[in-house]
């Protein structure tokens, strides 16, 4: 049989539908969420019902934390928000009751919710319309979060959130939305803490998420021969796949990690870090991040394209770490 | 609403076994055996004792940081909560949650909590729940006044009225005249308006003040907005006032002579007792009965052993790491 190639929204359409079939109750709601012309969640409520699928007031508080006390129910919410960066408004639901109500409860009640959230700059929205934030989320412990790079991995990673037991951000980035590839039609999983090996080589471990996995395959067909470049996706970085970076730093001995978040104190600090303390005798050069800087993502195409990680600066930072 | 002799009997039981658990609770403060400060009800137990009356195990309440009472009337075991209070492992939550985020689904309390306003929004989904599954139940949300300007509560008043929750609002107004936080010097006024309820209108539901020291009168309204919400009519929004009380650390249940007029107890102990339905030996008898179950729950926790320190570890997740 011809492998189906559909597209990165169609994919998280599909595990949707499947898991909304197979268990009633599995529900969907966020801000209009019934509407056609949203991707992902089109046709839900023709298919589904206005019960399970329904359209929330632009209340983020509000509706989030109405999720996190469904899961307590025992239903399995699928929350939408619009933009990761709309969660800033709802941050004690998200970082206090969603994050540690099963921590806090002693492990009486459990969260099974996924807050599905599209983020990522690249269409000129500014700044609290274009961020990443999810270093910020993955800081606090009880969270996991999901960042799928390809249709495959969206479909498998978004049903594995829906059937889990715990609280999930699940980040899509809105540019990989019309990215198309190979999806299975029927249900499966992609496990949580598993990275995936995208792109094998010898002199260069380059860590990337989401949208960034592309870029770095992208810088690494690029250097071609001169350079061999290993590329990992860790897929979820809560719980983070440390084993698989630490096992290709064995190998190359030099680490780029390549991250649309900020900087500071974001995810790529967190990988750095992780090769320092458990990585530090593999390392024969520095570690370099190729991150946003700590700047807020300005509107102009020109100033943003400046700011964010790109295959040329990739090009570069590798470029840099094998003359060392 | 003519109310029986045997529910009078049983409001007044509640009510006095939350002062007695909240008493001892102080005397184990004091002693150093529960090792935080606790948000205490005291003074409000008509509010929890009238509300949970109504409610069944398969109803939820959220809560606040003042818990204690809400828990109790809702049904929460004495000795797993006395236990939790002291941070031991035989807690209802494993000495994870201490006074401000218990939660314990058995008895639908779920749960206390920590951030003021903080279980609001979470009540919704108890309530949407009940809504889906057309079960009949009921969620209440208790919070106070101070909560009720969080952003949280307003969004979720709206939410309720939109969808048509079967969702109880539950606001305690602990300073009903002069509208400022007992023990904080606030110079400017909380609330832009008299009454709390009078916001149910903005969002097209309905709203009003009640005596929350008369716990027949808590009672009475709450069976109206359980009932109303029960049949598919969606929220409601009661407002209670009361009057926080001190305790004491001696065990009694009696307060200062100057704060019998608020004290829920004390006035519906003279009512009962003109009707003929509270004799002082059934009194005493019922005093006696909830001491000791209290104190049993003390010497429960007092007896039970302190987490091991691996134990922070465990349970950030449910499905594993």
Redesign the interface.
Known sequence: MAERLITYSEALNEAHRLEMASNPDV?VFGENVSSGWRQVTKGLKEEFGR??V?D??I?E???????????????K?VVELMLVDFGLVAM??IL??MAK????????????MTLRATYGAGTSSAATHSESLYSLFAHM??L?VVIPSNPYDAKGLLIESIR???PVLFMEHRLLYPMEGVVPEEAYTVPF?MANLVREGSDVTVVATGLMVGKAVEAADELGPKCSVEVIDPRTIV?LDEEAILRSLRKTGRLVIVDEDYERCGFSAEVAAIAAEKGFQHLDAPVVRVATPNVPIPYSPVLEKHLLPSKEKIVKAISQLVGY | MEIDEETKIELYTTMVRIRTFENRARILIRDGEIPARSGFYTGQEAVAAGVCAHLSPSDQIGSTHRALGHLIAKGCDLKGLMAELCGMSSGLNKGKAGPYHIFDPSVGALGANGIVGGSVPMVAGYALTHQLRDDGGVAVSFYGEGASNQGGIQETLNLAACWNLPLVFVCENSSPEVQRMLGHEIDYPQLSIERVSDRAQAYGIPGATYDGWDVLEVYNAVGDAVKWAREGNGPTLLEFNVHQIEGNLEGRIEVRDDERIWCPIHRFKERITDEGILTTELDEKIRDKEKSKVEEAAEFALRSTVPAPIEAFKGVFAGGP
């Open positions: 529900v019960e399970r329904r929330a007031p209340t508080t509000a509706f989030i934390g109405m999720g996190v006390g469904a899961a307590i129910m025992g239903l919410p004690d639901q206090n009751q109500s099963h921590y806090m409860s002693g492990g009486a009640v459990k969260v099974p412990p009880g996991k889990g037991d715990d803490g719980p």
